[in-house]
């Protein structure tokens, strides 16, 4: 599996999250029977896909006051897979 360098995704446009997992499993080529919830990002990011050298999550502060709940559950699951699954992780930048 070859891994992209750098992902940026821009959190500031999100308007829900099911649009944020969307633009995930489109941009990080997600399977196809993706589902749109945190347990699904969790079983992908562990090894289905190649997660990107760098993720880079610019809006993020806002992106967290926005959706407080989502923005824990995906700084966990990205924090877990560096610490679970350091190969597969990626460099993550909370911008």
């Given amino acids: 599996m070859t891994r992209a360098t750098v992902v940026t995704f821009d959190l500031s446009t999100i308007a829900s999250i099911r649009e944020l997992h969307e633009l995930m499993a489109k941009t990080l080529h997600f399977p196809e029977w993706y589902g749109p919830n945190w347990d699904a990002f969790w079983d ?3 090894g289905l ?18 959706f ?11 924090t877990e897979l560096a610490e679970e699954y350091p190969a597969n992780a990626s460099d993550v930048d909370y911008l």
């Fill in 49 to 66: 896909v190649p997660m990107p050298e760098k993720l880079r999550l610019i809006g993020w502060d806002d992106f967290a006051q926005r």
């Fill in 44 to 46: 992908v990011i562990i």
């Fill in 68 to 78: 407080p709940r989502d923005a824990f559950i995906m700084k966990k699951c990205l």
